[in-house]
């Protein structure tokens, strides 16, 4: 299965576009788009929709959401894999990155996953 995205709220809305200017055919969604969780949704509601929709998160936040996911796992949750953004990575270099990672990848080879970006 191809690698699906979540973009974080914290990340810019120009990501989105940056990647689908290189392939139109990359699921991607933002919080707040239709489809996705609305804006300011605490972080474990991020995780069940992750888990649920089979989705890759994309964030800056390693303030709050680390815990997050510690107790995610311990009540026996999985996540479709997180990259961690790492400060200021320009946008074209992270669409270059998550291009690769839909492109060389498959979604499984995430799960649980916890990864620096870019690489």
Do not use: C
């Amino acid at each position: 299965m191809k690698v699906r995205f979540l973009l974080d709220e914290t990340e810019s809305p120009r990501l989105k576009a940056a990647l689908l200017r290189l392939n139109h055919d990359i699921d991607v969604v933002r919080v707040g788009e239709p489809g996705a969780p609305q804006l300011g949704t605490p972080d474990p509601d991020v995780l069940r929709y992750l888990e649920l929709s089979q989705r890759v998160l994309v964030t800056s936040n390693r303030t709050s959401m680390p815990a997050h996911i510690e107790t995610h796992w311990t009540a026996g949750g999985h996540l479709w894999g997180l990259f961690w953004v790492r400060s200021g990575t320009p946008i074209g270099r992270l669409a270059q990155d998550l291009y690769l990672v839909w492109e060389a990848s498959e979604a499984e080879e995430w799960i649980d996953r916890l990864e620096w970006i870019p690489f």
